[in-house]
């Protein structure tokens, strides 16, 4: 649903593509999935059905991380959350802020998967003084007047902005400045970042355009199925498809 | 920043490979973005970088859709925004519900990148009676009774779900009896649903997961700089990196 990196190479980062990074945590999705129901070991032929990836590159993915699993029995599911998750970076505590604290941020400071993924939201930003002390997911929102400090004493690396698109830009210039160097942007609008800070943006709608394209599909399939009806086929045609 | 479909040949649809289509609003975001800025043509290596795929997959990528540019002039913008939206069904209106109006649910309908891609939000609906008749997004709420009416009044066929966990699977039942063949997942929980219906799951956290990466990484770039100081590394070291 999001993508985008800026100043840095694209294919490579410490001997991993940035394609391989990217379906990390999809396997991770699938195995914390079958490891919740305690299936000890699975193939790569299940494991890349469960993760939507086609199984040789998902063996090419896992040679990165040395891990090839054992023929005729598959991969160690618990072995494999672990090393997937030390080579994301999952097994330490990262504590992020969410700047703006409207329906999305406060979506976001309640989301569960943030927390278990590692992720912990240290603090609630929000530029109305009115929201300032009210608590979101058990959590007290702050003035924005305090973003640097808060920055500064809970050692923050990652902010999430899910402010309105014209605040966005000088939320992140301030989340910089205060030491910030992963921003996740869930504002419709373009930030530009200096080398050696990363955005990701998240855009809602990708997952709904992809779901278009094969509603679109099947919609063509029907009308080719209804136009199976005879030689003439400009009629419209009444049988289900 | 999710995934999944069911049900499916994960590889290729109507002749496009699915890796393909789920870069197609990859492409169509850098386009757009290059449109509003009045650029009238990109190479492929620019608009590559844009959108965070290399310029081979690219060109490969924009050869299933019969698009080749032009050697030396690059790709026409506005017409291949067009046909990407073409291919992607955007083109068409795609009335949607949500279903599920608490704080994601809300930002969803408040969400304007669904209108700018051809989504409609037809109805807002939620199990709460007190919310029924409430304005979100200027659409009032109604209540989960009329689901099957609306779905069928409006001709629906994507739902969005954006109920806790535990109302989901009930909730994407009831959307597919009704006739919905495509959802959307944001409840964190995996949903069953018959042959023929697609499911995407949105995971908020997975973008994160990407960042942690990098900003590991980062981090361990600077302990290796901060480690060159000598051959005995065991002392913390204190030069910037």
Redesign the interface.
């Known amino acids: 649903?999001?993508?985008?990196?800026n100043h840095?190479p694209?294919?490579r980062?410490?001997g991993i593509p940035?394609a391989t990074?990217?379906r990390?945590?999809?396997y991770?999705?699938a195995l914390t999935?079958l490891s919740e129901r305690s299936v000890p070991t699975v193939s790569s032929e299940e494991l890349a059905?469960a993760?939507?990836?086609?199984s040789a590159k998902l063996r090419k993915d896992f040679s990165y991380l040395g891990s090839y699993g054992t023929r005729g029995v598959g991969y160690d599911v618990e072995y494999l959350v672990y090393q997937i998750s030390r080579?994301?970076?999952?097994t330490?505590d990262?504590p992020?802020v969410i700047v703006g604290i409207?329906?999305?941020g406060?979506?976001?400071a309640?989301?569960?998967?943030?927390a278990?993924?590692?992720?912990r939201v240290a603090a609630l930003i929000d530029a109305d003084p009115a929201m300032a002390g009210k608590p979101v997911a058990g959590i007290p929102v702050q003035h924005t007047d305090e973003l640097e400090k808060i920055i500064s004493d809970n050692g923050v690396?990652?902010g999430?902005i899910s402010t309105p698109a014209g605040a966005a830009q000088q939320v992140c210039e301030r989340l910089i400045a205060a030491g910030v160097?992963?921003?996740?942007n869930f504002a419709?609008t373009?930030l530009s970042v200096p080398d050696?800070v990363?955005v990701?943006k998240?855009?809602?709608?990708?997952?709904?355009?992809?779901?278009?394209?094969?509603?679109?599909?099947?919609a063509?399939e029907e009308a080719e199925a209804a136009g199976r009806k005879g030689p003439d086929g400009d009629m419209p045609a009444v049988m289900p498809a």
């Open positions: 649903m999001a993508t985008g990196r840095r694209a294919t980062s410490r940035e990074v990217a990390l945590p999809l991770l999705r999935a059905a993760a939507g990836v086609n080579e994301l970076g999952l330490q990262w992020v409207g329906n999305l406060a979506a976001l309640n989301y569960g998967g943030f278990s993924r590692g992720f690396s990652i999430v160097t992963s921003i996740l419709p373009v050696g990363d990701r998240v855009d809602l709608s990708i997952e709904l355009q992809i779901l278009a394209f094969h509603e679109q599909r099947k063509g």
